[in-house]
T-cell receptor, first 115, second 114 residues
Framework: AQKVTQAQTEISVVEKEDVTLDCVYETRDTTYYLFWYKQPPSGELVFLIRRNSFDEQNEISGRYSWNFQKSTSSFNFTITASQVVDSAVYFCALKAGGSQGNLIFGKGTKLSVKP | DAEITQSPRHKITETGRQVTLACHQTWNHNNMFWYRQDLGHGLRLIHYSYGVQDTNKGEVSDGYSVSRSNTEDLPLTLESAASSQTSVYFC?????????????FGPGTRLLVL
């Protein structure tokens, strides 16, 4: 069975703090893909990043960074120097089961960044 | 620019009525999906399609149907709307090619069933 767990339901930080959003996944497949999506208060779902299971290199994009560790089945997301505009619900998702497998979403983490 | 659109963006209907939510994408993606989003449940897959004339049931398909007559559109029909179907509905599409299935989402439709 495939599963994504985002144990943090809500996180509140003050602007400029660093914050890490946790994501733990379960799959028996050796080939799979992991995703992060952002859902700001306006409601749309915005794709942030995709990683495949063969690439454990960490990724950095501006203030965003992602740490993928197969040994712990985790794909954590860190925002450095958070800003109010980072306030959103963040979803981690897993795609396994071959090229036509479907996305399994975690339940999301609501991040509130206060000024 | 390619995009994925949903209409209507907001809909109020009555219990028992048939409702159709439209989804149109210009990415030329083979794969299209419908999800519903509810508090405490995250996003749950309703139906999906891997191409024209192909449709498949997802996790929460009861009371919903889809049909795929062309590449661009996957309308979602609620046969007889129920209050439990009050939700936000998202359509998504993805390529089956080398991008390996990154799904891009439409803006969502808020449905209220009274």
């Amino acid at each position: 069975a495939q599963k994504v767990t985002q144990a943090q339901t809500e996180i509140s930080v003050v602007e400029k703090e660093d914050v890490t959003l946790d994501c733990v996944y379960e799959t028996r497949d050796t080939t799979y893909y992991l995703f992060w999506y952002k859902q700001p208060p306006s409601g749309e779902l915005v794709f942030l990043i995709r990683r495949n299971s063969f690439d454990e290199q960490n990724e950095i994009s501006g203030r965003y960074s992602w740490n993928f560790q197969k040994s712990t089945s985790s794909f954590n997301f860190t925002i450095t120097a958070s800003q109010v505009v980072d306030s959103a619900v963040y979803f981690c998702a897993l795609k396994a089961g071959g090229s036509q497998g479907n996305l399994i979403f975690g339940k999301g983490t609501k991040l509130s960044v206060k000024p | 620019d390619a995009e994925i659109t949903q209409s209507p963006r907001h809909k109020i209907t009555e219990t028992g009525r048939q409702v159709t939510l439209a989804c149109h994408q210009t990415w030329n993606h083979n794969n299209m999906f419908w999800y519903r989003q509810d508090l405490g449940h995250g996003l749950r897959l309703i139906h999906y399609s891997y191409g024209v004339q192909d449709t498949n049931k997802g996790e929460v398909s009861d009371g919903y149907s889809v049909s795929r007559s062309n590449t661009e559109d996957l309308p979602l029909t609620l046969e007889s709307a129920a209050s439990s179907q009050t939700s936000v509905y998202f359509c998504a599409s993805s390529s089956s090619g080398t991008t390996r299935g990154t799904q891009y989402f439409g803006p969502g439709t808020r449905l209220l069933v009274l």
